[in-house]
Nanobody
């Protein structure tokens, strides 16, 4: 399974960005798709995840500002990020959980930088 991310970049505080992650390869069933982030000197943390039954979990720090969605036909997950803050600056990683074995795959990461 390959994951290709896009949409990161530099934005001013209060601005918006939209991340995309397309999964390809031997995908029989996707159990969940999501986004994590890792800021310098910090541990990787869950931002948001959407499950196959459309249930969503997200970090308290992004609720009301970030929205996760998916296009099942294209095996693509999106993260719409609004009202960005400098503390949102991090490398954002796409994560996909596939198949009955719940195999986890990671994207290469995309940098999001929010200037104050």
């Amino acid at each position: 399974v390959q994951l290709v991310e896009s949409g990161g970049g530099l934005v001013q505080a209060g601005g918006s960005l939209r991340l995309s992650c397309a999964a390809s390869g031997s995908i029989f069933s996707i159990n969940a798709m999501g986004w994590y982030r890792q800021a310098p000197g910090k541990q990787r943390e869950l931002v948001a995840r959407i499950f196959s039954d459309d249930r969503i979990i997200s970090a308290d720090s992004v609720k009301g500002r970030f929205t996760i969605s998916r296009d099942n036909a294209k095996n693509t997950v999106f993260l719409q990020m609004n009202s960005l803050k400098p503390e949102d600056t991090a490398v954002y990683y796409c994560n996909v959980i596939v198949g009955p074995a719940m195999t986890s795959y990671w994207g290469q990461g995309t940098q999001v930088t929010v200037s104050s």
